[in-house]
């Protein structure tokens, strides 16, 4: 697309309704979103205080200016065809939320105390806004403000014009007048489009491939005294904290006069200090150090609000013979020889150094510098308002960040630092030795740098490596490529340069055992390469396989199996409505256990999701009945084909609607009766929709119940709904078409089989789980009924930060489990305790979306998978986690198989009275669920179903809940006390610690908890 086609609307409105690719800068930003969902790292808090009153209204006006002005501010983030693009909505109304602290002794406090835990909290790229604010009034002195936004649409640069057009804009909305501004020559996406033309380019690629030579030489890894050897977490999040230090002016003046001396810019001298610093504190001679520059090199983007930052890797050599002046001229060379290459995207680079270096995708730098001398913002004259401050929001984006910045307190030095790598004590020091160090180099330019002060006194210098990597590993070390290994090596190479920078290079030239994580892939770009492999070669990759090897042998072998037995262009693209369709196995499953009245509330899937603001009922209403329309499978309606002997369904019902309810003059206890009864009432399945759907209005609440039938639907799919419901209600007060892909049919979505028939695969699980127990001593408070009782309620602790980050260093770091490996071991290690039992069998869900039709579609594709945890030989933590991560990965690799065929075969005299096979559930998820908003000023939030129904006598549940993990019992209330279950979980933490502390401890071999109650 070129750029003057982004434009269709007037520019000064920033009315632009094209989708358009992001940035590279934008899409680092989004790739490390789309890591770490709800992580703090990247949101931009600016608080600053006003002398007088702010009317919120105005404010609100003034905000809509702004956000109108700049289409960054209104666009979301989205993928299309597998890519992430920008969508610009025509008109944003940003609310502002307004609290009170009036009356309160220490308003000032809890107003920056709010504002922080404000800054911290996840935007919804995928939705938006990427803006909101806060208002605290009755603060002494006057009202405080606090505006978030995303750093993809924001860098420091854009500070100025945000908060002086702020100004600017209420100022005029203060007084009924329209602004003065002047109008933007250009809009983010114009820019976005630009560079992404230049971007291709074979004068780029000739830079990156020549500068990612240079910088191959230089080894990588730089850690300093006092680092601790933990990496940052699989999603790339840091805990952070910052701490400030104070120059001296005498030493700012003294810099600048150095500076003037080398006709260089004080940037020079400081960034010289700094490597001096490193080269002190690491031992190392030769290293890269991240400088962090502007990229607006147009003078059209000056007054742009947007996100350009690029890092820029300076090559550094420090001796310790060497005077701190020709530190600073060899320093002034290789700076201007980076900038030279400012214009090359940080991820190209890393991941074209990565290849060069052979060893995969890592850090290029660990270490970033950057001196802040951008425009500080400022406001009109004629308002009181305060310069705003930048708040920290408890991250960091490198090992180590120093910012050195002029402010009103004279010249600082900010050190950002990850607090799993570099504890406090050590910043501290650093911090100090640097402006001694500073001190000394400037008043005496001609002294050695051995002979300056600020080495680390406290803490041993780390061994340094080499200052040259070692010789690169050849590309083809493995031989040529076979013919499947090629066609693997070409869809690594088109996923990983679409999502990654260029890392795999040319197919031919990848080994045999490249790894497509260590290239620089992810679970994201790995999803979308195996929907790829479908779309060119018809040949459906199953994503659980592809885990268990994801290199480009393992692919290769993948291909060459061919697990699709329905060729690409054999399958419908689109199915009429109507049928019948032959139901899969666990509709099935499902369908029979409707028969059971008993059950039947246990097999539904409701949802309460609360918000609180202005909801339009009516437009929410028409969202969820557009949304409930959409899908075939929410139309479906079930039956018994008897001739065939199995169930059947159609997709040509009508669709359930949405009503809306006055719930304003109810009482807690009626909403909860009523609640109740609407979230477990079961469906005729033959002749009903299976979902239901009611909105409760109360005041500025609103309650949306969405219910819908296990046989068509599952957690995956509400998901889908959920987003679906938000975009078509935001879509539809905006004044747009919503951005929705085609509804998939689910008799379209191809089911995976194995070469040979699932009685085999059936075969093998059995084989390998016979002899198990097919039930669990439970510590049960009273017996089990003729029939198993559903109603449930939820228990849950969490470990802690700090235990949960040890727990992690062990199972994940040290031994590869995740959090799903670590809960089974845990769950069965703290039963055993308790009753004696040694081997146990748990259920687990699949999935099952192995299909790329399926990632789409609204359906119930879950399979009930068996997990083994054998405890009998005493292992220790270790043999354990290793022996149950053998046993999923097993598990996985025989997904398909359906549940009912293992009951069959291990528990064939299985009764109503309880579960078959297991009366326990595991799973985990990686953080809770969280509903999209409505749009501005609109919160969403998950409501608690109370009372609870479950399928199992006791279902564990681990969230990854940020650094914490959360444990979460479900358990069945005619089975369990809640002091019980309570117990259960404190044990479990117990054993979470030993595990911690000790992973080669015999953890059976402890006295145990207790016994079963008789």
Aim: with cysteine.
């Amino acid at each position: 697309m070129r750029a003057e086609e982004f434009a269709t609307g007037d520019r000064s409105s920033g009315r632009i309704g094209r989708a358009v690719p992001l940035s590279t800068a934008q899409e680092r930003m989004w790739f490390a979103d789309a890591a770490a969902p709800g992580n703090a790292t990247y949101n931009v808090p600016l608080f600053f205080r006003s002398r007088e009153p702010v009317d919120a209204a105005v404010l609100a006006v003034a905000l809509e200016t702004v956000v109108a002005r700049h289409a960054v501010l209104r666009t979301c983030y989205r993928l299309v065809d597998g890519q992430p693009v920008q969508v610009v909505a025509d008109a944003v109304r940003p609310m502002v939320e307004e609290i009170d602290l009036g009356g309160l002794p220490d308003a000032a406090e809890q107003a920056l105390a709010q504002a922080r835990e404000r800054g911290r909290e996840p935007f919804d790229l995928s939705g938006g806004p990427v803006l909101r604010c806060t208002l605290w009034r009755g603060v002494p002195g006057g009202d405080a403000v606090l505006l978030v936004v995303h750093h993809i649409a924001v860098d420091g640069w854009s500070l100025a014009p945000l908060f002086e057009e702020l100004a600017a804009a209420y100022l005029a909305a203060r007084s009924g007048q329209a602004p003065r501004l002047p109008e933007l020559p250009i809009q983010y996406g114009e820019f976005a489009v630009r560079e992404r033309a230049e971007s291709v380019g074979v004068e780029l690629r000739e830079q990156i491939s020549q500068r990612a030579k240079q910088l191959a030489e230089v080894a990588g890894g730089l850690t300093l005294a006092g680092c601790r050897p933990n990496p940052a977490a699989p999603d790339g999040s840091r805990p952070g904290d910052q701490q400030v230090f104070t120059v001296p002016d005498e030493v700012v003046s003294a810099a600048a006069q150095l500076a003037r001396s080398l006709r260089a810019t004080p940037y020079i001298v400081f960034s010289a200090a700094v490597q001096a610093l490193l080269h002190r504190w690491s031992g190392r001679g030769e290293f890269l150090l991240g400088s962090m520059t502007a990229n607006r090199q147009q003078a059209e983007l000056e007054r742009l609000i947007g996100f350009f930052v690029n890092t820029v890797p300076v090559h550094c050599v420090v001796t310790s013979e060497q005077s701190f002046r020709e530190l600073c001229v060899g320093s002034r060379t290789e700076t201007f020889h980076a900038l030279r290459h400012q214009r090359i995207p940080f991820d190209l680079l890393t991941a074209a150094v990565g290849e060069v270096r052979g060893g995969g995708r890592s850090a290029l730098v660990e270490i970033g510098f950057v001196l802040q001398n951008m425009i500080a913002p400022t406001a009109d004259d004629r308002l009181r308002w305060q310069p705003p401050l930048v708040l920290g929001t408890g991250t960091a984006k490198f090992d180590l960040l120093l910012i050195m910045e002029d402010g009103p307190d004279g010249l600082t030095l900010t050190v950002e630092h990850d607090t799993d790598r570099y504890p406090a004590e050590a910043v501290r020091e650093l911090g100090e030795g640097f402006v001694s160090l500073l001190t000394a180099a400037v008043a005496d330019p001609e002294l050695p740098i051995g002979a300056l002060p600020g080495g680390p006194d406290s803490f041993r210098i780390p061994q340094a490596p080499a200052d040259r990597p070692a010789p690169v590993r050849p590309r083809a070390a493995a031989g040529p490529l076979d013919a499947q290994q090629l066609q693997a090596a070409e869809l690594f190479t088109a996923a990983l340069d679409a999502g990654a920078g260029s890392a795999a290079g040319q197919p031919s030239r990848l080994a045999a055992e490249a790894n497509f994580f260590s290239l620089g892939g992810h679970s994201l770009l790995a999803v979308t390469m195996l929907a790829e492999a479908q779309r060119r070669h018809g040949i459906v990759v199953p994503p659980r396989e592809f885990l268990a090897d994801p290199t480009v042998a393992g692919l290769g072998r993948l291909l060459a199996r061919g697990w699709s037995v329905t060729a690409a262009e054999d399958r419908p693209d689109a199915i009429p409505d109507g049928g019948p369709h032959p139901a899969n196995a666990v509709q099935q499953r499902f369908w029979t256990i409707d028969r059971i009245p008993s059950l039947r509330s246990a097999y539904l899937i409701p949802t309460v999701v609360e918000y609180t603001g202005p909801v339009d009922p009516e437009a929410l209403q028409r969202a969820v009945d557009t949304v409930l329309a959409r899908h075939p499978a929410l139309r479906s309606r079930f039956a018994l084909d008897r001739r065939l002997r199995r169930v059947a369904y159609r997709t040509d019902g009508a669709p359930a609607s949405a009503s809306v309810i006055d719930a304003s003059a109810w009482s807690a206890g009626e909403l909860r009766e009523h609640l109740a009864e609407v979230c477990w009432r079961g469906f005729d399945l033959a002749a009903d929709a299976p979902a239901r759907a009611e909105l409760l209005t109360a005041g500025d609440r609103t309650l949306l119940v969405l219910v819908i039938h296990h046989i068509v639907s599952d957690g995956w799919s509400r998901q889908l709904l959920l987003a679906e419901v938000a975009e078509v209600y935001r879509a539809g007060t905006e004044g747009r078409d919503p951005v929705l892909t085609d509804p998939v049919h689910p008799a379209t979505v191809t089911e995976v089989r194995e070469d040979g028939p699932v009685a085999a695969l059936a075969e093998a699980v059995t084989a390998r789980l016979r002899g198990v127990p097919t039930d669990i001593e439970l510590p049960r408070d009273r017996p089990r009924g003729e029939l198993q009782g559903t109603e449930a309620v939820c228990r849950t602790v969490a470990l802690g930060e700090e235990l949960a980050r040890r727990v992690r260093r062990v199972a994940t770091e040290e031994l590869g489990c995740s959090a799903f490996v670590t809960a089974a071991a845990l769950l069965a290690t703290t039963l055993g305790r308790r009753s004696g039992q040694r081997d146990f069998l748990f259920a687990f869900p699949w999935a099952g979306r192995e299909d790329a039709r399926s990632v789409e579609a609204v359906g119930m594709f879950v399979n009930t998978l068996v997990l083994r945890v054998d405890l009998s030989d005493g292992p220790t933590w270790r043999e354990l986690l290793t022996r149950v991560r053998e046993e999923s990965v097993f598990a996985y690799r025989h997904a398909e198989v359906p549940f009912d065929m293992v009951v069959a075969a291990l528990h064939p005299d299985r009764d109503l009275s309880r579960p078959p096979l297991t009366p326990v559930y595991l799973s985990s998820q990686e953080g809770p669920d969280s509903p999209p908003p409505l749009g501005p000023g609109i919160t969403a939030g998950a409501r608690a179903l109370d009372p609870l129904h479950l399928k199992y006598e006791l279902e564990f549940v681990v969230t990854e809940s940020g650094e914490d993990l959360e444990l979460a019992l479900s358990y069945a209330v005619d089975l369990f006390d809640a002091a019980t279950v309570t117990a259960l979980l404190d044990d479990l933490v117990v054993d979470a610690g030993d595990l911690a502390a000790d992973p080669d401890s015999h953890p059976m071999r402890r006295r145990p908890l207790w016994t079963t109650p008789k």
